[in-house]
């Protein structure tokens, strides 16, 4: 397996970081959504891998070894040995047909010899939660599945995904993985800290939380934000993100951010369910914690590829907006700490998203994570 990385910039257009112009059997690249909405970057990526899968969104910054930029499009070319692929994108209307989006993508890529699914999705028009139950209602939960929801920054106006196509809005695309030679290694960590008092779900419906404790949930957070930084909502509950979990299953919690809010109804839109009787907990960030949590997200992935790793692959990073936020211009400490785990033999590209998708790291279970960082790292074992 070969991976070879790209960069394009205002200034200098398409760069190779070795020079490269090999054949590639999947190109993925990231960037803002003003660098992409014209469609030309994806068309030039075309024209220089015509029989490549290409697959690629907007974000909220784009991450490039150890840098994080806004300005530039990060994008990889990957070349395989042995490793079949194959590509399926879907439109979906809005978050009710999440599920049903979910599924057909499933049914696109199911077979025997699936390894894996790296999927990309619109971040404001689908449920997450409901997005990976309808792939793997299909294709299984041994099948690992990773990826994210697109980002806009600190915007949220809108998402863009591309699958063999220029990225547009509602739109779901991935990329399923086949053969014995493949290896995904996958890692999911946070690093923030609970405060306050935990609190029941009393009224929920799918994504859309509306009470807590019989209390409505846009006043909980406009009580802990402030008059000032409630005005800024959705963008700075970013800073504030949910702890949920089954009372009955403390240890599998997951984390929720807010995408929407709704000042009439008093609700909070999340990228993935709130589940109605769970219990929920609102979190802040530590800096040294978040750092700690990438780089138990590398290890976990590491350890998921074992030797295979030495000989080349690809590590690709997908980490919450809201720790970008947080985390300001110490956002590549947690970059680094990816960086060290799998050290100069393995590249590392992604980027910051409206959520991250990778089996739980307690129950196996692929979900949707929010304020995670989630590393996919993909390499062959041929021989």
């Known amino acids: 397996m070969r991976a070879d990385q790209l960069s394009w910039s205002e200034t200098t257009g398409w760069r190779a970081a070795n020079g490269s112009t090999d054949k590639a059997h999947l190109v993925l690249y990231f960037a803002a959504r003003q660098a992409l909405a014209c469609g030309a970057r994806y068309h030039e990526l075309r024209a220089k891998f015509p029989d490549a899968n290409i697959l690629g969104c907007s974000t909220g910054g784009q991450i490039h070894n150890d840098d ?3 300005h530039e499009i990060a994008a990889v070319a990957l070349s395989f040995d042995a490793t079949k692929m194959r590509l399926a994108c879907e439109a979906v209307s809005g978050p009710v047909q999440s599920r049903s989006c979910g599924e057909a993508i499933g049914r696109a890529l199911a077979g025997e010899d699936l390894a894996g699914i790296f999927v990309l999705s619109d971040g404001l028009n689908v449920n997450g939660s409901e997005l990976v139950a309808g792939i793997t209602d299909i294709v299984g939960q041994s099948v ?3 990826g994210g929801l697109a980002g806009d920054g600190a915007q949220f106006q809108e998402t ?3 699958g063999n196509c220029a990225p547009r809005s509602h739109a779901v695309a991935a990329v399923g993985f086949y053969g014995p030679a493949v290896r995904i290694g996958h890692g999911s960590a946070g690093g923030w800290d609970q405060f306050g008092p935990r609190r029941r779900i009393t009224r929920s419906l799918g994504n859309i939380l ?4 019989g209390e409505p ?5 406009e009580r802990y934000l402030g008059e000032e930084e409630a005005k ?4 700075t509950a970013l800073l504030f993100p949910l702890r949920i979990y089954d009372p009955k299953l403390p240890d599998h919690d997951l984390v929720r951010t807010v995408l929407a809010v709704d000042r009439t109804a008093r609700s909070l839109t999340f990228a993935g369910d709130v589940t109605e009787g769970w219990v ?10 978040l750092a700690v949590g990438a780089g138990e997200a590398a290890r976990q992935a590491s350890a998921g590829i074992g030797k295979c790793g030495t000989s080349g692959g690809i590590a690709i990073l997908v980490s919450c907006i809201g720790r970008r ?6 956002a590549t400490e947690e970059v680094e700490a990816v960086g060290a785990e799998f050290g100069s033999c393995i590249p590392r590209l992604g980027f910051y998203s409206y959520g991250e998708i990778s089996p739980h790291s307690v129950s196996g279970i692929c979900q949707l994570h929010n304020q995670t960082m989630t590393v996919t790292a993909i390499t062959e074992s041929v021989g």
């Open 210 to 213: 509306f009470e807590l404790d």
């Open 68 to 70: 994080v930029t806004d």
């Open 325 to 330: 936020l947080l985390m300001g211009q110490q």
């Open 217 to 221: 949930a846009l006043d909980l957070y």
């Open 280 to 289: 929920a907990q609102l979190m802040r960030g530590n800096f040294d914690r």
């Open 232 to 235: 800024g909502l959705p963008g």
């Open 160 to 162: 863009l995904v591309g």
């Open 144 to 146: 690992p599945l990773t």
